[in-house]
């Protein structure tokens, strides 16, 4: 099938291109993107299909580095497919999978069967990643050179950290010398505590635990540390805190292989957003001070910060559906993060479109090391076309993962997912779109 994507405007970090052209897709991959007249004679008449992307940006595919699709384990909460399918209306194509199912994503056999299940019901690429230690446990080093075999990018801990420093470098050193990259979720166990919120004039008021920026900043040091003498490359998990970003900054500095992501509710909302108790507004790390998502913007514009990942995190309505004592941390994100991302940071000049595509797509493949994140001729045609007029409000209800669970209901945004394309076949059309 060729696939020929007329007058859109291309952004492509890798190539540099950013202008008005036509890309043309062939099978599984991308043939030539060309200017109007040259490539587009001669390919129009022979496309299978003809798609104006006019006033659409055309982007190699999201990537999400940081996913729970809950499968094995906990599929009333997502599957493998409609985590797919999520991902696919929120224009990612490849997706990094958290190993905190049940069981736990811990050794060759299991990792297997995610990415086996995954070709067969998802409709975007899925990537597990594996666990540091066997069952999140904490305990002993899990199975990192068998996982390895089986494809994962990187090992984490997600959901928590590994406490035991000298259990987490043991873990770092086998990472390193399989090839891999460790993902870190920064949390002190002891600091949190049954923190629920971020230690603010907001908990107060409201009466709720706190969690301080120390409870992330300590292991972010810590885990940057480790890093560096166990020689693996590091890469940060949903960074919330301004001390995350200077700390990542310096190590950069120092030439430590360290690399970040940030949320997109972390640089949209601040903890003063919380006007009651509503466990929507409940995941960890935690909404923080306005001060920290200024930090994260500048973090972000300033290329300290690589990426934006989206955490996404589905639970139940009725796990959501009490208090914020008493629900569980996270929420939803793959339908809302590139819309999230144009209004707040593109729309509002802090990323240019082309450091969009940077943050989601071209630095996540190179921090997972994927050939991915271009859209140059001969590359897998992974496309993601993007409309930055379209404005709604996000309607929760309308979502195709089976969590419920996000701030944003009702939010008014500006960026809508028209089309995803996974290795040349249209696995997402919006219904506006001819
Ligand atoms: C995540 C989850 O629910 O698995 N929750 C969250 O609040 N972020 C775990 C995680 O990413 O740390
Ligand atoms: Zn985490």
Do not use: W
Not at 408 to 434: C, P, S, W
């Amino acid at each position: 099938m060729k696939i020929l994507i007329k007058n859109g405007h291309i952004l492509d970090p890798a190539t540099n291109t950013d202008g008005i052209l036509d890309l043309l897709i062939e099978e599984d991959t991308i043939k030539a993107v060309g200017t109007k007249g040259k490539e587009h004679k001669g390919t129009e008449v022979s496309a299978d299909r003809v798609i104006d992307a006019k006033d659409c940006y055309v982007m190699p595919g999201l990537i999400d580095l940081h996913v729970h699709l809950r499968d094995p384990g906990f599929t009333h909460k997502e599957t493998i497919e409609t985590g797919g399918l999520a991902a696919a209306k929120g224009g990612f194509t490849t997706i990094c999978a958290m190993p905190n199912t049940n069981p736990v994503i811990d050794n060759r056999d299991r990792v297997g069967f995610v990415h086996r299940k995954a070709a067969v019901e998802s409709v975007v690429n899925v990537l597990q990643i594996g666990a540091v230690t066997e069952g999140q446990n904490g305990e002993y080093v899990a199975d990192i050179a068998g996982m390895a075999e089986e494809g994962i990018p990187a090992v984490s801990e997600d959901g928590k950290s590994v406490m035991d420093a000298k259990l987490y470098f043991k873990g770092m050193k086998q990472a390193a010398a399989n090839g891999l990259r460790v993902f870190a979720h920064c949390e002190e166990k002891s600091l949190v505590g049954n923190g629920v919120m971020h230690k603010s004039q907001r908990a107060k008021e409201m009466g709720l635990p706190e969690i301080s920026h120390a409870a992330e900043d300590v292991i972010v040091a810590r885990d940057i540390l480790l890093a560096k003498e166990a020689g693996v490359p590091l890469h940060i998990c949903h960074v919330s805190t301004a001390g995350g970003v200077k700390m990542v900054a310096l190590a950069k500095k120092g030439n430590i292989k360290v690399t970040a992501e940030v949320c997109p509710h972390h640089f949209t909302l601040s903890v003063n957003d919380i006007k009651k108790d509503d466990p929507n507004f409940k995941m960890n790390p935690p909404l923080r001070d306005p001060e920290d998502v200024e930090a994260l913007k500048k973090g972000l514009a300033e290329g300290i910060i690589d990426a934006i990942a989206t955490d996404h995190a589905p639970h139940t309505m009725q796990e959501k559906g009490v208090s914020m004592m008493g629900a569980p941390f996270g929420i939803v994100g793959l339908e809302t993060a590139a819309a999230l991302t144009y209004t707040e940071l593109v729309d509002k000049k802090v990323l240019t479109p082309m450091q969009m595509v940077e943050k989601m797509s071209y630095n996540p493949a190179k921090i997972i090391g994927s050939s991915k994140g271009t859209l140059a001729p001969g590359s897998i045609a992974d496309v993601t076309i993007f409309d930055p007029r379209a404005e709604y409000r996000i309607d929760a209800s309308k979502f195709v993962s089976m969590g419920r669970n996000t701030p944003f209901h009702g939010r008014k945004v500006k960026g809508l997912v028209r089309m995803t394309i996974v290795g040349g076949e249209i696995v997402y059309q919006d219904e506006n779109f001819a």
